[in-house]
């Protein structure tokens, strides 16, 4: 069940900080337009049937697994796609220099991590313009044309809306449910046997970078080794979402 008071002062954000972007926003777009198979539709599963699986993490609160993350991608020679907000962006541009800086794809996961069916079209544009912004400054590098709703909430117009700003609505087939930390009741054997369930050709997994408690206490950046030696057990493969701009046209 959604908390309405929670979401009125998400939705309050927007007055205060959107509008602050400007003209560079407003300007700002997104890079290649994605292909007519990933419009139209939350993405939860790549179109394809291939034993592969997409690595995804998700960047909003703080950056405390970022390293440990890194290293162990780099460690994989495996890919993954980043999707910052915008206010984690100006926060942490040192952290989002980083993922573009290890060769790693960029996403978009709104300004303020509001919730997308409670705006106007107008003030959803502001939240992926703003954030798309935010990022290019950050990171110095052009952020992918993939959208990831915040809350994983979205209603048919606000995927249409997003669309035509040129964005993929990508979502996961799975979220390890890491950032819920200890407190949560997750554990890294937890974390590790969500990442498992989801597997199928195709699968994307929901990770994140940080823990929502902001303990320093990151599971999923603990599990991620386990996560990729279970995928390869199962003999799947590692795939980079930027693969899919052109696959799947």
Same mark, same amino acid.
């Given at each position: 069940?959604? %908390? *309405?008071?929670?979401?009125?002062?998400?939705?309050?954000? @927007?007055?205060?900080?959107?509008?602050?972007?400007?003209?560079?926003?407003?300007?700002?777009?997104?890079?290649?337009?994605? !292909?007519? /198979? @990933?419009?139209?539709?939350?993405?939860?599963?790549?179109?394809? $049937?291939?034993?592969?699986?997409?690595?995804? =993490?998700?960047?909003?609160? %703080?950056? +405390?697994?970022?390293?440990? *993350?890194?290293?162990?991608?780099?460690?994989?020679?495996?890919?993954?796609?980043? =999707?910052?907000?915008?206010?984690?962006?100006?926060?942490?541009?040192?952290?989002?220099?980083?993922?573009?800086?290890?060769?790693?794809?960029?996403?978009?996961? $709104?300004? $303020?991590?509001?919730?997308?069916?409670?705006?106007?079209?107008?003030?959803?544009?502001?939240?992926?313009?703003?954030?798309?912004?935010?990022?290019?400054?950050? /990171?110095? &590098?052009?952020? @992918?044309?993939?959208?990831?709703?915040?809350? $994983?909430?979205?209603?048919?117009?606000?995927?249409? %809306?997003?669309?035509?700003?040129?964005?993929?609505?990508?979502? =996961?087939?799975?979220?390890?449910?890491?950032?819920?930390?200890? &407190?949560?009741?997750?554990?890294?054997?937890? *974390?590790?046997?969500? &990442?498992?369930?989801?597997?199928? !050709?195709? &699968?994307?997994?929901?990770?994140? *970078?940080? +823990? +929502?408690?902001?303990?320093?206490?990151?599971?999923?950046?603990?599990?991620? !080794?386990?996560?990729?030696?279970? @995928?390869?057990?199962?003999?799947?493969?590692?795939? %980079?979402?930027?693969? =899919?701009?052109?696959?799947?046209?």
């Amino acid at each position: 069940m959604v %908390d *309405v008071g929670r979401r009125a002062a998400m939705a309050a954000l @927007l007055g205060a900080g959107l509008v602050a972007a400007g003209s560079a926003a407003a300007a700002a777009a997104a890079g290649p337009r994605p !292909p007519a /198979s @990933l419009l139209g539709q939350e993405i939860r599963r790549l179109p394809t $049937s291939r034993r592969v699986v997409a690595l995804t =993490f998700n960047a909003a609160w %703080d950056e +405390s697994g970022l390293e440990t *993350v890194l290293a162990e991608l780099r460690r994989r020679k495996a890919a993954a796609t980043f =999707f910052p907000t915008g206010l984690f962006a100006r926060a942490r541009p040192a952290a989002v220099r980083a993922m573009a800086a290890a060769g790693h794809g960029l996403g978009n996961h $709104s300004h $303020s991590h509001p919730y997308f069916d409670d705006l106007a079209t107008a003030e959803r544009e502001r939240e992926v313009r703003t954030a798309d912004a935010a990022i290019r400054t950050a /990171s110095g &590098a052009e952020p @992918l044309p993939f959208f990831r709703f915040p809350y $994983s909430s979205a209603t048919e117009d606000a995927v249409a %809306d997003v669309n035509a700003l040129g964005y993929a609505a990508i979502e =996961f087939t799975d979220d390890t449910n890491g950032y819920l930390g200890p &407190a949560g009741g997750m554990t890294v054997d937890k *974390v590790v046997r969500r &990442a498992v369930r989801a597997l199928g !050709p195709g &699968a994307i997994l929901q990770l994140h *970078v940080g +823990s +929502s408690a902001g303990d320093g206490v990151v599971l999923d950046a603990q599990a991620l !080794p386990r996560i990729v030696d279970a @995928l390869l057990e199962e003999e799947y493969a590692v795939v %980079d979402l930027r693969e =899919f701009l052109t696959a799947a046209r």
